[in-house]
């Protein structure tokens, strides 16, 4: 099993390669990654230092700055308050370029039935002790981070039983204490996070140099992808992650993130 090397001890190199790269793109999860990890998903806030980072960051040239998350683009963009950065949200199902305009891949007949499916689950399971359901513009999640076990494998199975009895067949997502409930396809973190990277590629030139931050397991679907001389760097222990390098919490990113910033300045 893969564990991601301790970043700090080999910063130098890494800063070279960075400081050396004519253009660096910084895509980061938002949730246990930009900020911690609370007990309810509307009590989550970027913390101010961070928030100063990625400002300071996104003013430079030659640096572009994207925020990846399960979170729907509204929801997302809400919590961050940037302008000028990119904007992926529910697993890269909707996401925004640095021009604002918004982009999705799900009919709207296909949101609305995920809009009553998450009705459902909400009479079903949503007032159970210690669990959340989530009705996002184009998924559905069900949060257990709060239930004790026996509650928590009750609101899965719930989840379970409506993606396999939907009307219009359903994807299963399992994330930290989350069931989510997505259109069928097969896009995610991924694949949202390559295309945007093609899309900042300046006219005949090359595609930036790549930095993925994540803490999830469905941040594991982007770290495969990059290339050789990107940066992927999983947050939190890493063991099992596909990432090359870790570091140890959403301060340690802030700290990163400044450190991008003087290299880059």
């Not at 021009?99 to 009705?119: C, D, P, T």
């Not at 007032?127 to 359901?133: A, E, K, T």
Request: charged content about 30%; some cysteine.
């Amino acid at each position: 099993m893969k564990h991601p090397r301790p970043l700090w001890p080999a910063w130098k190199p890494i800063a070279l390669r960075l400081k050396a790269a004519p253009r660096v793109a910084v895509f980061s999860d938002f949730d246990g990654t930009l900020a911690p990890i609370v007990r309810h998903p509307g009590q989550s806030r970027l913390p101010a230092p961070t928030r100063a980072a990625l400002v300071r960051l996104r003013r430079l040239s030659g640096v572009a700055v994207g925020i990846v998350s399960g979170r729907s683009l509204r929801d997302l963009r809400a919590k961050v308050r940037l302008r000028k950065i990119c904007y992926i949200g529910s697993h890269g199902l909707e996401w925004t370029g640095p021009e604002g305009r918004r982009h999705s891949k799900v009919s709207a007949a296909l949101a609305s039935h995920l809009q009553e499916l998450g009705r459902k689950l909400e009479a079903e399971v949503g007032r159970l002790p210690g669990i959340y359901v989530e009705r996002k513009t184009l998924s559905v999640a069900v949060h257990y981070r709060n239930a004790a076990p026996r509650v928590a494998r009750q609101a899965r199975q719930a989840a379970e039983r409506r993606a396999e009895r939907a009307a219009k067949k359903l994807r299963l997502l399992r994330g930290k204490k989350v069931v989510e409930l997505l259109p069928p396809g097969r896009m995610d973190k991924g694949q949202a996070v390559m295309a945007l990277a093609g899309r900042l590629r300046r006219r005949g030139g090359p595609r930036p140099l790549l930095i993925y931050l994540g803490d999830d397991t469905t941040d594991e679907t982007v770290f495969p992808r990059l290339r050789r001389g990107d940066l992927g760097i999983h947050v939190g222990p890493g063991a099992g992650s596909r990432a090359q390098y870790r570091l140890a919490s959403p301060a340690e990113v802030t700290r990163f993130l400044v450190r991008l910033r003087e290299v880059r300045a």
